[in-house]
Nanobody, 126 residues
């Protein structure tokens, strides 16, 4: 059974930085791409970033491109989201996600992911 556990969330001031972690277990981590999504209060869940199986390829939402960086450590079965220059509009619950199929494709819609963490809160104060 695949399990994803996020950590690293917390209150941060606008302009600050935070690093989220997502520890995965239950299957061969390096065989699957990974993604980060977020859901702000009253809004639908949205794509943030995705990373390929090796970590060589990444994809970002326009709203975070240049400020957020997704990386992974396959030896530690962990994917990270480094968030810099945070803005109040980045306030959301952040989720890591994993697909059920091993693929070259980096997915940007939540319907492409089958496994989700419990989420970690990131409030950004102005």
């Amino acid at each position: 059974q695949v399990q994803l556990v996020e950590s690293g969330g917390g209150l941060v001031q606008a302009g600050g930085s935070l690093r989220l972690s997502c520890a995965a277990s239950g299957r061969t981590f390096s065989s699957y791409a990974m993604g980060w999504f977020r859901q702000a209060p009253g809004k639908e869940r949205e794509f943030v970033a995705a990373i390929s199986r090796s970590g060589a390829r990444t994809l970002y939402a326009d709203s975070v491109n240049g400020r957020f960086t997704i990386t992974r450590d396959n030896a530690k079965n962990t994917v990270y989201l480094q968030m810099n220059r945070l803005k109040p509009e980045d306030t959301a619950v952040y989720y890591c996600a994993a697909p059920s199929i091993s693929s070259y494709v980096l997915l940007t819609t939540d319907t492409g992911y089958n496994y989700w963490g419990q989420g970690t809160q990131v409030p950004v104060s102005s």
